[in-house]
């Protein structure tokens, strides 16, 4: 047994050696590993002009409304429309007819049977509009004078931009606006005049805006937005609100600026105006060769290596 110990200690010897050996292999294979690469998309500077906005709220009105009245004392032969109904210029609204002018249409129709007097009087409508309420129903008798409808002219629909007084000074910049109604759509107005009055709580005062096209079917006390301009700046450099990351108070603004094919590093920024999912960036000075980076840069450290996807 004595004999065998010594080629015992060389085959322990041996493999201890091995192991060891292979160790140091796998180590050495591990790091010459790559580290890896965050995937990325970028973007470019863009050089043009900006808008400083804010969103205001406007609510449509009609500003001319008109009192239907009875010409005579009669009674209300017909009543020909409805609330809420479209009319047109001229088109018949009521019919009234008095006892004195039945009785005057049958001695005249009895000595000319070509007469066909009937006595009625028509009351028609003076423009376009919609009927907004009836006060009298067939068969009331009503007098001369009498309100049997208001009607609302379709010419006079409006929106009425509710501006905070301390904004007027900025109105010169804003001859021509667009409306975004609650379905979306785009109309372009343009300002007309300011009612005299400001509201006494609110401190705000009522813009008229006078739409370009026809309001079509746009109802009364339809709240839109729109776009008001406070200052216009030309030659800024923007960026996508995207590229532009923060700290948690937002104190600290930075980008992540590509120096080469595979490098992003973290340049901090100083920003001005933002409109429309873009951010003015005033410095530094930025080229519209630059990459930046717009998606994948958030939580990467100051230098990271990057792989920029198309």
Request: contains cysteine; charged residues 20%; hydrophobic residues 40%.
């Given at each position: 047994?004595?004999?065998?110990?010594?080629?015992?200690?060389?085959?322990?010897?041996?493999?201890?050696?091995?192991?060891?050996?292979?160790?140091?292999?796998?180590?050495?294979?591990?790091?010459?590993?790559?580290?890896?690469?965050?995937?990325?998309?970028?973007?470019?500077?863009?050089?043009?002009?900006?808008?400083?906005?804010?969103?205001?709220?406007?609510?449509?009105?009609?500003?001319?409304?008109?009192?239907?009245?009875?010409?005579?004392?009669?009674?209300?032969?017909?009543?020909?429309?409805?609330?809420?109904?479209?009319?047109?210029?001229?088109?018949?609204?009521?019919?009234?007819?008095?006892?004195?002018?039945?009785?005057?249409?049958?001695?005249?129709?009895?000595?000319?049977?070509?007469?066909?007097?009937?006595?009625?009087?028509?009351?028609?409508?003076?423009?376009?509009?919609?009927?907004?309420?009836?006060?009298?129903?067939?068969?009331?008798?009503?007098?001369?004078?009498?309100?049997?409808?208001?009607?609302?002219?379709?010419?006079?629909?409006?929106?009425?931009?509710?501006?905070?007084?301390?904004?007027?000074?900025?109105?010169?910049?804003?001859?021509?606006?667009?409306?975004?109604?609650?379905?979306?759509?785009?109309?372009?107005?343009?300002?007309?005049?300011?009612?005299?009055?400001?509201?006494?709580?609110?401190?705000?005062?009522?813009?008229?805006?006078?739409?370009n096209s026809r309001g079509g079917d746009i109802p009364?006390?339809?709240?839109?937005?729109?776009?008001?301009?406070?200052?216009?700046?030309?030659?800024?450099?923007?960026?996508?609100?995207?590229?532009?990351?923060?700290?948690?108070?937002?104190?600290?603004?930075?980008?992540?600026?590509?120096?080469?094919?595979?490098?992003?590093?973290?340049?901090?920024?100083?920003?001005?105006?933002?409109?429309?999912?873009?951010?003015?960036?005033?410095?530094?000075?930025?080229?519209?060769?630059?990459?930046?980076?717009?998606?994948?840069?958030?939580?990467?450290?100051?230098?990271?290596?990057?792989?920029?996807?198309?």
């Open positions: 047994m004595r004999n065998n110990i010594p080629a015992i200690v060389a085959v322990l010897f041996a493999a201890f050696i091995f192991y060891s050996c292979k160790g140091k292999s796998t180590s050495g294979e591990g790091g010459g590993e790559r580290k890896s690469v965050t995937p990325v998309t970028v973007t470019h500077p863009v050089v043009g002009v900006m808008q400083e906005e804010i969103e205001l709220n406007a609510v449509s009105a009609f500003l001319q409304k008109n009192m239907v009245k009875a010409t005579t004392n009669s009674y209300l032969k017909s009543v020909d429309v409805l609330p809420g109904q479209k009319v047109t210029k001229g088109q018949v609204l009521f019919v009234l007819k008095g006892k004195e002018a039945e009785n005057l249409g049958s001695v005249i129709n009895d000595l000319d049977t070509t007469a066909h007097f009937t006595g009625e009087v028509k009351i028609i409508a003076n423009h376009n509009g919609f009927i907004n309420n009836i006060t009298h129903q067939t068969g009331d008798y009503v007098q001369e004078g009498d309100i049997l409808a208001e009607v609302s002219d379709a010419g006079s629909l409006v929106f009425l931009m509710q501006l905070p007084y301390e904004l007027n000074t900025y109105l010169s910049k804003n001859h021509g606006l667009d409306l975004e109604l609650p379905d979306g759509r785009i109309l372009k107005g343009t300002l007309s005049s300011a009612m005299p009055t400001v509201d006494p709580v609110s401190q705000t005062q009522s813009i008229v805006i006078r739409i009364e006390n339809l709240i839109v937005k729109v776009r008001f301009v406070k200052s216009v700046k030309n030659g800024t450099v923007s960026l996508p609100k995207a590229a532009v990351l923060s700290d948690e108070t937002q104190e600290h603004l930075w980008i992540m600026k590509m120096t080469d094919k595979e490098t992003a590093v973290k340049v901090p920024i100083k920003t001005g105006l933002e409109s429309l999912g873009m951010i003015e960036i005033l410095s530094p000075m930025l080229s519209p060769d630059d990459l930046i980076l717009e998606t994948g840069n958030y939580g990467l450290p100051d230098t990271a290596k990057v792989v920029i996807q198309k």
